[in-house]
């Protein structure tokens, strides 16, 4: 069976080899009975990420590098799905806020039948670390989601994501999304269209450094995922 997994980067030279090599030896060591292929979806870096990851897949023939010049979080991992060939495709955060061992949950729920399966930081045994602010922006939009949108799925922005090809053919190809809200709206599609969504319990982690900055900027981003929320809201009405 082949594991696709997608590493989504923008100028992350501090921390993409060592997270790289982090996925590269859990699937050595923890997914050896699986054909595993880690990608690092530059989406137009202007640091050295692109120079870090070349290196990376001239060295490790289980890591590729794919390059977009199209900016974005979601055109870097769903350009990436459309690009390979897999059985199963995972996506997560190039920071690995997610413990890794959570892949193995990601991959059981796909293989016992279902066709998206996701992190959740608001299910029972989820264990969750993140500044106090940032953990109430992250359950205010949860709730504004849920109750627009009529969705029972506790958590929409995890950035850590496992499909078959059902989801990645008939739903990720329908996406419109470029950036973050990606998250969202392939998750809200494919319940709405009915596939099957699991989610799975997760240790997560907010990565700090202190000359690592978000580039996520509250306000604006915000009032875009209003309006994004209830575009999507219209789409699920009229199937598409």
Not at 122 to 131: D, E, F, I, M, N
Not at 157 to 172: D, P, R
Not at 196 to 222: D, G
Request: proline share 2%; with cysteine.
């Amino acid at each position: 069976m082949k594991i696709l997994i997608v590493l989504p980067v923008y100028n992350e030279q501090l921390i993409i080899e060592k997270s790289a090599l982090k996925v590269w030896e859990f699937c050595r060591r923890d997914l050896s009975g699986y054909d595993c292929k880690i990608v690092i979806a530059d989406n137009n870096s202007n640091d050295q990420t692109g120079i870090i990851g070349r290196e990376l897949a001239q060295k490790y023939p289980a890591v590729d590098y794919f390059f977009t010049k199209q900016p974005g979080k979601g055109v870097a991992w769903r350009t990436a799905f459309q690009n390979y060939e897999a059985d199963i495709y995972i996506v997560m955060d190039a920071d690995l806020a997610v413990d890794l061992p959570a892949v193995n949950l990601l991959i059981e729920g796909i293989k016992g039948g279902a066709d998206l399966a996701l992190g959740s930081r608001y299910l029972k045994g989820s264990v969750v670390v993140r500044p106090f602010f940032r953990d109430m922006t992250s359950i205010a939009y949860r709730l504004l989601v849920r109750l627009i949108l009529g969705t029972k799925i506790t958590d929409f922005q995890c950035g850590f994501k496992a499909i078959n090809n059902q989801v990645k053919n008939n739903v990720l190809s329908k996406t419109k999304d470029d950036g973050f809200f990606l998250d969202t709206e392939i998750t809200i599609l494919s319940e709405k269209w009915g596939y099957k969504v699991k989610e799975v319990p997760v240790n997560w982690s907010e990565y700090r450094n202190l000359n690592r900055k978000s580039t996520v900027k509250i306000f604006k981003t915000t009032v875009d995922y209003l309006i994004k929320i209830w575009g999507l809201k219209r789409r699920t009405k009229i199937g598409g």
